[in-house]
């Protein structure tokens, strides 16, 4: 069931590396059904909060006419940082599927457990490694080649 969630998840991740942004992507699935697509775009729209997770949110609000996205399933490639963490609990996200971990900044399970912090009102499912090598192999590869491409410049 997550597997094609990650897949158009994946798909999303790739039109991030093809405009030059971190390669991350997601979808928001409401009754089965993906209601909000999303990947990183910091960099090409200016914005420091466009990540792949709040983008996908902003579009399935507005898809759905209603921030509260109570139920949703979000699947994301990487593990979200503190701020989509903090989105995913405003949404009322139901459950957090992602794809591989992120040590240096991911708020599930790497460097904090963002979900877990006490006082927030609402408390999301979190279902890790879907897809994991997929989603790792995109990110991996796009820093490989962005080094590699500096070094030769």
């Known amino acids: 069931m997550y597997d094609d969630w990650m897949d158009a998840a994946l798909d999303a991740a790739r039109l991030a590396r093809d405009a030059g942004e971190v390669p991350i992507g997601a979808v928001v699935v409401l009754a089965g059904t993906i209601v909000g697509r999303g990947f990183n775009q910091p960099i090409s729209s200016g914005d420091p909060t466009a990540h792949a997770e709040i983008v996908a949110i902003r579009d399935a609000a507005r898809h759905v006419a209603n921030y509260r996205l109570t139920g949703a399933i979000l699947c994301v490639t990487i593990e979200p940082c503190l701020m989509c963490v ?8 139901g459950t957090l599927v992602y794809g591989a971990a992120e040590p240096k900044t991911g708020s599930l399970i790497s460097a904090v457990r963002g979900a877990e912090l006490p006082g927030l009102n609402h408390r999301i499912e979190v279902v890790g490694d879907v897809r994991e090598a997929a989603c790792r192999e995109l990110m991996q590869t796009f820093f490989r080649e962005r080094r590699s491409s500096r070094a030769s410049s």
Request: aromatic letters at 0%; charged letters at 10%.
């Open 86 to 93: 903090g989105a995913l609990v405003h949404a009322r996200i």
